[in-house]
C-alpha cells in the first residue's frame, strides 16, 4: 500500500506556488517596467532640454554672425529666456556681463558654449560684405527666377533658395537629368558687383597666406567660396589652401560681426516634486488585477497538476501492484513523464531478463553440483548396501568428484566477491617473466615469449589464476598436435598478455557469450572435458578487478586469441638479475 506523499513534497503544492512565484515575478516586473517608463521620460525631457539649449545657442549664434556687436542683444536674450523657460547669461571671454536674462543668477563655474560665428566652422549666416542689395539683388534674383522658369518648361525638377547673403540658388532635384538645353546655360551664382569687390579684398588676404607657406595661388569663380586650381601643383596641398581660404575669410568677417561670447544657461529652481501616491481607486484596480491573475494562475495550475499527477499515480500504482517485479505501464506521453514511464517499462524488462537470467544460473549450478553429488551417493550407497569395495580406487574416485565441488563452489564465492566489489588483492611488484614462467610450466608444451623486462603491480595468484584459466580454456579446445602460445609485451604502460591456440575456435554468434557464466559453446560437451563454464568469467573478473580487461578474436578451424590488458612500467633501477627469457 503506498504512503501519502507530504503536501510540502506534492507536485501539485509545487507548481502551486511556482505560479505564485511567477505572480509575484510578474508584479516585479510591472514596477520594473513602470520605473523604465519613468526613466524614459526624464531621459526625454533631457532631451528636449538639449534641444531647447541648442535651439538658445543657435540663435544667438544667428545674431552674432549678422550683427557686429552685442549692443541690442538684450532683447533677443529676454524673448529666449520666456519662451524656453531658461536662464539665460552672456559674458565677454573676459567676465563682463553683456547681456542676462535674470540678473543676478549665480553663474555656474563654466560655459554651456561660445557663441563664436567664425569658430572653428565659419557660420554661413556670416555674409558681411557679401550680402546684396538694391539694384544687384533685383538683377541677380531676376536671373535665379529666368533659369527656373526655363529649366521646369523642360520638364526639369528644380528649386529655388534665398542664400543669408540674400542671392537666389536654383537647386536640381536629385533625379534630374545632368545635361540641359543650351538656352538654360546661364547661372545665376556669378558674383555681382558688390560681391566681385568683397572677393578682390579676399583674394589680397588669401595670396598673403599662401606666399608665407610658399604656394601658388588659386581663385574664385563664386561666392561659394570653392577655389579654381590653376596650378596642377596645389592638388596635393588642398588642406593648407582651405586653411589660407578659412584664415583670409575669418580677417575679412570679423568687423561685420560680434565678438565671440560666453553662453551660461541654468534652469530656474523648482518645488519639489510630490511623492508619488497611488489614489484609492487606482489602489483597488492594481489589487483587483492582482487578485485576478493570480486566481488564473491557481486554476491553470490545479488543472495542470492533475493532469500531471494521473500518470505518475499510474507508474505508482503498477509498481506497489508488483508481487516480484514491476509490471510496465501503457503512458503514451512525448514530455518528461512519457520518458519516465519508458524508464519504468525498460527496468521491468531489465528485471525480467535479470529473472530469466538468475533461473538459468540456478539451473546451470543445480546441473553442476548434481552430477557430482549423485556420483559420491551412488557410490556411498552401493558400499554401505556392500554392493561395492570402498578402496583406494573408490576412495580416490570420491575425492576427486569432492574436488570438483570445492572448485566450483571456490569459483563462484570469487564471482561473488567479484560482483560485490570485496575482492580482496595482496598487491606486489612483480616482474611479467617471473610470474608467466610457473604457470607455462605447469601445461606442458605451452610456449612462453616476454618482450623486453616488464613489470606490473598485481596479486600473484590472482595474476597466475587469469593466465591459468586461459591455458586451462585454450589447451581444452586445442588438438593434442595443435599448439597455445603465450607472449607478453608493454608498451605505453599497457601490458598485452595473448594466450593464442591452434584450437577448433569460436564462430561469431558464441564469441559474444565466451564471458557468460556456464556458459558452453556445446551445451552437451560433458564435465570431463567441458569444465564448469565459470573460467573465463572468473579470468575477466580478476583482470578487470586489476584495472584491465581481456578480449578475445577467433576464426572457426583456426584458433583463438585472448589478450589480457594490465596497467604495467618498466623494470625499476635497483631491481636484481632477471632470469633470460627462453621457451617452453
Not at 596642377?232 to 568677417?253: H, K, T
Not at 570402498?390 to 561473488?416: K, P
Amino acid at each position: 500500500m503506498s504512503r501519502a506523499v507530504p503536501v510540502h513534497r506534492s507536485l501539485v503544492v509545487r507548481l502551486l506556488g511556482t505560479s505564485v512565484l511567477i505572480v509575484v515575478l510578474s508584479v516585479g516586473a510591472a514596477a520594473w517596467l513602470a520605473a523604465k517608463t519613468a526613466t524614459r521620460a526624464v531621459q526625454k525631457e533631457q532631451s528636449q532640454s538639449l534641444a531647447v539649449d541648442s535651439l538658445i545657442h543657435d540663435t544667438l549664434l544667428g545674431y552674432a554672425a549678422q550683427h557686429p556687436n552685442w549692443k541690442d542683444v538684450e532683447p533677443q536674450v529676454r524673448r529666449l529666456a520666456g519662451e524656453t523657460g531658461r536662464q539665460i547669461t552672456l559674458t565677454t571671454p573676459g567676465g563682463t556681463m553683456i547681456a542676462a536674462s535674470h540678473p543676478g543668477v549665480p553663474l555656474p563655474a563654466r560655459p554651456d558654449a561660445l557663441v563664436d560665428p567664425l569658430g572653428a566652422v565659419i557660420d554661413p549666416r556670416a555674409v558681411g560684405p557679401y550680402l546684396i542689395t538694391g539694384r544687384d539683388r533685383t538683377l541677380q534674383h531676376a536671373l535665379a527666377t529666368k533659369r527656373l522658369r526655363c529649366l521646369q518648361d523642360q520638364g526639369i525638377k528644380a528649386t529655388v533658395e534665398e542664400t543669408p547673403a540674400g542671392r537666389l540658388v536654383v537647386r536640381l532635384a536629385a533625379d534630374s537629368p545632368r545635361q540641359q538645353q543650351r538656352d538654360c546655360s546661364f547661372r545665376e551664382d556669378y558674383p555681382v558687383t558688390s560681391e566681385r569687390a568683397a572677393l578682390e579684398q579676399l583674394q589680397i588676404r588669401l595670396t598673403s597666406c599662401l606666399k608665407e607657406r610658399l604656394l601658388t595661388e588659386v581663385t574664385f569663380r563664386s561666392t561659394d567660396f570653392v577655389p579654381v586650381y590653376s596650378d596642377p601643383a596645389n592638388v596635393g596641398n588642398r588642406q593648407a589652401i582651405q586653411d589660407c581660404i578659412d584664415r583670409a575669410r575669418r580677417e575679412q568677417l570679423r568687423p561685420y560681426v560680434a565678438a565671440p561670447a560666453r553662453l551660461y544657461l541654468t534652469s530656474p529652481a523648482h518645488p519639489p516634486l510630490p511623492v508619488f501616491d497611488l489614489s484609492p481607486d487606482s489602489t483597488r484596480r492594481i489589487a483587483g488585477v492582482t487578485a485576478f491573475v493570480l486566481a488564473v494562475a491557481v486554476t491553470a495550475t490545479l488543472v495542470v497538476g492533475l493532469r500531471l499527477v494521473r500518470p505518475l499515480r499510474a507508474l505508482t500504482a503498477a509498481a506497489d501492484g508488483a508481487t516480484s517485479r514491476p509490471s510496465p505501464v501503457r503512458i503514451a506521453r512525448n514530455d518528461e513523464i512519457g520518458r519516465l514511464a519508458a524508464a519504468f517499462n525498460a527496468l521491468a524488462d531489465r528485471s525480467e531478463r535479470s529473472e530469466q537470467q538468475r533461473r538459468v544460473m540456478v539451473d546451470d549450478i543445480a546441473h553442476e553440483l548434481r552430477s557430482p553429488l549423485t556420483t559420491m551417493r551412488n557410490w556411498l550407497t552401493a558400499g554401505q548396501d556392500g554392493l561395492a569395495d570402498l578402496d583406494q580406487d573408490m576412495v580416490r574416485l570420491l575425492l576427486e568428484e569432492t574436488g570438483l565441488l570445492q572448485h566450483i563452489v571456490a569459483d563462484l564465492a570469487d564471482l561473488a566477491d567479484a560482483d560485490a566489489g570485496t575482492l580482496a588483492l595482496a598487491l606486489e611488484d612483480q616482474p611479467v617473466r617471473d610470474l608467466l614462467a610457473p604457470v607455462c610450466e605447469a601445461h606442458r608444451n605451452t610456449t612462453l615469449t616476454v618482450a623486453g623486462d616488464p613489470w606490473v603491480v598485481v596479486d600473484p595468484i590472482r595474476f597466475r589464476q587469469i593466465v591459468g584459466n586461459l591455458l586451462t580454456n585454450a589447451w581444452r579446445h586445442t588438438p593434442a598436435d595443435g599448439r597455445v602460445e603465450v607472449r607478453a609485451e608493454a608498451a605505453r604502460g599497457v601490458l598485452s598478455i595473448d594466450v593464442a591456440d591452434t584450437g577448433e575456435g569460436i564462430t561469431a554468434t558464441d564469441l559474444p557469450h565466451v564471458f557468460d557464466r556456464f556458459w558452453r559453446a556445446d551445451r552437451a560437451r560433458a564435465r570431463a572435458t567441458g569444465g564448469s563454464g565459470l573460467g573465463l568469467s572468473i579470468a575477466r573478473k580478476l583482470a578487470q578487478a586489476h584495472g584491465g580487461d581481456i578480449t578475445v578474436v577467433s576464426t572457426p578451424d583456426v584458433g583463438s586469441t585472448f589478450t589480457v590488458r594490465l596497467p604495467a612500467h618498466a623494470a625499476p633501477d635497483t631491481a636484481a638479475e632477471r632470469p633470460a627469457s627462453g621457451s617452453r
